[in-house]
Structure formats: C-alpha cells, structure tokens
C-alpha cells in the first residue's frame, strides 16, 4: 500500500464551487504540507503543517485553506474555485529533508 | 521571486548520451540541494542530493556537480536511457526548521532509443 495517499484522483469542476483534496499518510510523520505544480513553474508550496495544532501558509496561499484532522490526514478546500487554479495538486509528509509524496490529484476548473 | 532557476526546460538525448540540467540558487543561506525525478501520473521522488561542503556526489549514473562560488548545481545522468526519460526538479532547502523546499521549474527530459 502508498505511504501518502490522495483522493480524487482527477477532479473536474466549475467555477465558484467548493472542492476538498483530501491526503492520508501511513509513514507516521508528524509534517505535512500540500504544493501545486504547473508546467514552467515547479512546485509551490501552498500550505504546511507540524502538527495538528500547527499550520502555516506557504507560498501562494490565497484562495486555499487546509484543515489538519489527524497527524495522519490534511486536506486542502477551495472555496470557491476559479479556472487558475487548474493545476496537479501534491501532498507531501517529510523526513530528513526528504519530501516523500502523493500521487496528485489533477484539477480542473471551468 | 524564482529563487531556484533550472535551465533548459526541455531536454532530448540519445540513448547512451549524457544528459545535464542546470540550477542557479540565489539565497547563499540554502544548504541542502536535492534533485527529484517525477514519471507521468506520479508524484516526485528523491533522485539524489548534496550539501554545500562537496562539489560532486555520484550515485550510479547520477551526478551531481556543485559550484558553491557561483551558486549553481548540474544534475548529470550518464549513458541516459529511455527509462530516464521523466520530469526533473532541482530544489534547494530554504530552512531546516521549517523542512521547506524552493523547487526549480522542472527539465522534461526525453531519452530516444
């Protein structure tokens, strides 16, 4: 079984509704944080967490917010989405400076 | 603000070839810098990484070649084959406290037979 698992795995939406990406991890780490990738730009780090009880915004936080349930969940809410926000969504759980990730999940937004 | 650049952003070798990807960092404070290999559909992976007290790691066909008075880093894969082919990011640590990765743009390398 996946150390980091995400669902949806592919999600099409429509413009102004709420989405939740969800994110499970069964390697025990306390961190979790949730990047965006877009061709040209890398990876950017939306939102991370040290522990349930401790969340921080990265990067490009805005329009996104994150919910941490458990040290072994954390999922990521759209509001009210909008179509730059289409994008492959990233989950990750560090170790030693290793990011250890998910399998995406790619949104759509029309 | 990129603050990792990672040229080209496109890369096509021969099988058997040498494949290089290059990386200029601006913040002096990084020190840690990993390359990550992403294959179509999943998420990335750990290839290899260096600390800024050695210029050159190895690992297989991996290297990587760190110049520390010009802030940059190169990624070489050596007798590339089509297995390689994938997406490539080069990544500086931005602090150990917070674990935070500065990813560069990413390197689509295809390796033809």
């Known amino acids: 079984d996946a150390d980091v698992t995400q669902t949806p795995r592919n999600r099409i939406t429509k413009t102004g509704k709420r989405i939740m990406l969800e994110c499970s991890q069964t390697?025990?780490?306390?961190?979790m944080y949730w990047y965006r990738q877009d061709p040209g730009l890398g990876l950017q780090l939306i939102y991370y967490?040290?522990?349930?009880?401790?969340?921080n915004k990265g990067e490009i936080s805005d329009g996104y917010s994150v919910s941490r349930q458990a040290q072994a969940k954390f999922s990521l809410s759209l509001e009210s989405a909008i179509p730059n926000q289409t994008a492959l969504y990233f989950c990750?759980?560090?170790?030693?400076?290793?990011?250890?990730f998910g399998p995406g999940t790619r949104l759509t937004v029309l | 603000q990129q603050q990792v650049k990672q040229s080209p952003q496109s890369l096509i070798v021969q099988k058997g070839g040498i494949s290089i990807i290059n990386c200029a960092y601006e913040?002096?404070?990084?020190?840690?810098f990993p390359w990550y290999q992403q294959f179509p559909g999943k998420g990335p992976a750990l290839l290899i990484a260096?600390?800024?007290?050695?210029s050159e790691k190895k690992e297989g066909r991996f290297t990587i070649s760190f110049n520390k008075s010009a802030k940059q880093f190169s990624l070489h894969i050596m007798d590339s084959q089509p297995g390689d082919s994938a997406t490539y990011f080069c990544?500086?640590?931005?602090?150990?406290?917070?674990?935070?990765?500065?990813f560069g743009q990413g390197t689509t390398l295809q390796v033809k037979p």
């Open positions: 990750a759980t560090p170790r030693d400076n290793e990011q250890f």
């Open positions: 390697k025990g780490h306390d961190r």
């Open positions: 967490s040290f522990d349930v009880k401790d969340i």
């Open positions: 913040n002096t404070a990084f020190d840690y």
């Open positions: 260096i600390r800024p007290d050695v």
């Open positions: 990544a500086a640590l931005g602090s150990s406290n917070t674990g935070k990765l500065i």
